[in-house]
């Protein structure tokens, strides 16, 4: 894999690559045929905080918030320790005392998501977007346009990610979207997992777990009917899935045999946009909430602005002491990147839920992600849309050469 050179069939049982000596050999049946990739940016928020600090490379590494906080990003030592994402930030500490926490740095990911995002699509157009750090590619055709199978120009793809942006990816090949997925987990970190005609027997034996989508809700649910394994589900008809499953049945026994239909499209990108908090001391205030949610609001404002992207909605999400979550979502008359719009949607969703609870934690997110060209349009119903636009791109300019606390709204400084 590392210097992208096909071997041979009569050294297929060489454990050494016979131009560079590198271990790291990728055999398949179908190798040279496959042309649906997964491209996961290896602990990725950890990585280009490494990057930038050489000095943490060989430590465990935390991005996330305070003590109370929970942990963003766990870098691969950390994971070795028992750290995992979304873990309460103390109980990571315990685990893994001598860790480095570090604030998350958005715009610094978003910068280098995008550079990824560039090299994929030097591969081919059709490139999907998942999420910050991973994305799905169809390279069938691409092989004549570029000399080589999709899977050496992945290779090729994974040693110019780690020469030029200073981070590692995982690939997986594979003849579908959720087997290309499933194989980029194979061996993290650096890996390269391919699976093909083989996925139906290799996925028998694992627990409906793995499939992508079902939590832990729905293995206990398949647990009361003595579903555990998928080579349980794959024999299913749909008839049969749909009597003992419901309606879901015959996707997810089609799911186990690793059937899936879905095109890279790169017009249906999934994307999320949010900011959250996590307070030093439960707040069950309504001012002292809603103090927090102008904050977030702006968070989310500059980093829509900054994604080239619009919220045609809002999602509210609450987060109890007792870290039950409460999520409350409506929709704008029109998309929006301005703070004050996000807090006005935001705030009415906050007054229903202040009702003496305790909480940890406040979020506001975008849903659904609309084009930038779309938000605040002047129209007869808010003639003064235009200076208010105005208004922000001017605090933008300031904050941009001044800092972010040059230029602050009296919202943001009310204590009341």
Same mark, same amino acid.
């Given at each position: 894999?590392? $210097?992208?050179?096909?071997?041979?069939?009569?050294?297929?049982?060489? %454990?050494?690559?016979?131009?560079?000596?590198?271990?790291?050999?990728?055999?398949? +049946?179908?190798?040279?045929?496959?042309?649906?990739?997964?491209?996961?940016?290896?602990?990725?928020? $950890?990585?280009?905080?490494? /990057?930038?600090? &050489?000095?943490?490379?060989?430590? !465990?590494?935390?991005?996330?918030?305070?003590?109370?906080?929970?942990?963003?990003?766990?870098?691969?030592?950390?994971?070795?320790?028992?750290? *995992?994402?979304?873990?309460?930030?103390?109980?990571?500490?315990?685990?893994?005392?001598?860790?480095?926490?570090?604030?998350?740095?958005?715009?610094?990911?978003? +910068?280098?998501?995008?550079?990824?995002?560039? @090299?994929?699509?030097?591969?081919? !157009?059709?490139?999907?977007?998942?999420?910050?750090?991973?994305?799905?590619?169809?390279?069938?055709?691409?092989?004549?346009?570029?000399?080589?199978?999709?899977?050496?120009?992945?290779?090729?793809?994974?040693? *110019?990610?780690?020469?030029?942006?200073?981070?590692?990816?995982?690939?997986?090949?594979? !003849?579908?979207?959720?087997?290309?997925?499933?194989?980029? =987990?194979?061996?993290?970190?650096?890996?390269?997992?391919?699976?093909?005609?083989?996925?139906?027997?290799?996925?028998?034996?694992?627990?409906?777990?793995? @499939?992508?989508?079902?939590? &832990?809700?729905?293995?206990?649910?398949?647990?009361?009917?003595?579903?555990?394994?998928?080579?349980?589900?794959?024999?299913?008809?749909?008839?049969?899935?749909?009597?003992?499953? =419901?309606?879901?049945?015959?996707?997810?026994?089609?799911? +186990?045999?690793?059937?899936?239909?879905?095109?890279?499209?790169?017009?249906?990108?999934?994307?999320?946009?949010?900011?959250?908090?996590?307070?030093?001391?439960?707040?069950?205030?309504?001012?002292?909430?809603?103090?927090?949610?102008?904050?977030?609001?702006?968070?989310?404002?500059?980093?829509?602005?900054?994604?080239?992207?619009?919220? =045609?909605?809002?999602?509210?999400?609450?987060?109890?002491? /007792?870290?039950?979550? %409460?999520?409350?979502?409506?929709?704008?008359?029109?998309?929006?990147?301005? &703070?004050?719009?996000?807090?006005?949607?935001?705030?009415?969703?906050?007054? %229903?839920?202040?009702? =003496?609870?305790?909480? %940890?934690?406040?979020?506001?997110?975008?849903?659904?992600?609309? &084009?930038?060209?779309?938000?605040?349009? +002047?129209?007869?119903?808010?003639?003064?849309? !235009?200076?208010?636009?105005?208004?922000?791109?001017?605090?933008?300019?300031?904050?941009?050469?001044?800092?972010?606390?040059?230029?602050?709204?009296?919202?943001?400084?009310?204590?009341?």
């Amino acid at each position: 894999m590392d $210097c992208q050179h096909v071997e041979p069939a009569a050294d297929a049982a060489s %454990r050494r690559c016979a131009h560079c000596r590198s271990h790291r050999l990728v055999r398949h +049946a179908e190798l040279l045929d496959l042309t649906v990739a997964h491209v996961d940016a290896d602990a990725f928020y $950890c990585s280009v905080e490494k /990057r930038d600090r &050489p000095e943490l490379a060989a430590l !465990p590494v935390l991005v996330g918030g305070g003590t109370r906080g929970v942990v963003t990003a766990a870098c691969y030592v950390a994971r070795m320790r028992g750290v *995992r994402s979304a873990m309460p930030m103390w109980q990571a500490l315990k685990a893994c005392p001598d860790a480095v926490v570090i604030r998350p740095d958005f715009p610094k990911y978003t +910068a280098a998501s995008r550079a990824l995002r560039g @090299l994929m699509q030097q591969l081919t !157009p059709l490139v999907q977007s998942l999420s910050i750090d991973e994305a799905v590619l169809d390279m069938a055709g691409t092989e004549a346009l570029h000399g080589a199978p999709p899977a050496a120009m992945l290779a090729r793809l994974a040693n *110019r990610v780690e020469r030029e942006l200073g981070i590692t990816i995982s690939i997986g090949l594979a !003849p579908n979207r959720l087997l290309a997925k499933l194989a980029a =987990g194979l061996d993290k970190p650096r890996g390269f997992g391919v699976l093909g005609a083989d996925a139906r027997q290799w996925l028998a034996g694992k627990p409906v777990r793995l @499939l992508p989508g079902i939590g &832990p809700a729905q293995e206990k649910r398949l647990a009361t009917r003595g579903i555990t394994r998928l080579g349980q589900l794959q024999g299913l008809s749909a008839r049969e899935a749909q009597a003992l499953l =419901g309606d879901d049945g015959p996707h997810l026994a089609a799911r +186990a045999r690793g059937e899936d239909g879905r095109r890279v499209d790169p017009a249906r990108e999934t994307r999320s946009i949010s900011a959250e908090t996590t307070f030093n001391a439960d707040l069950a205030d309504a001012a002292s909430l809603e103090r927090h949610l102008w904050q977030l609001c702006e968070k989310l404002g500059g980093r829509l602005r900054d994604g080239e992207a619009s919220a =045609g909605g809002v999602v509210l999400k609450l987060k109890t002491q /007792r870290f039950l979550t %409460r999520t409350r979502a409506a929709r704008l008359g029109t998309p929006t990147v301005l &703070p004050e719009r996000l807090f006005d949607a935001a705030r009415q969703l906050l007054v %229903r839920e202040v009702d =003496g609870t305790a909480f %940890r934690l406040i979020g506001i997110g975008a849903s659904p992600i609309l &084009p930038l060209q779309d938000a605040d349009v +002047a129209d007869l119903a808010d003639p003064s849309m !235009p200076r208010r636009v105005a208004a922000q791109a001017a605090i933008d300019r300031l904050r941009d050469r001044f800092g972010k606390s040059a230029v602050q709204r009296g919202r943001a400084l009310d204590q009341g």
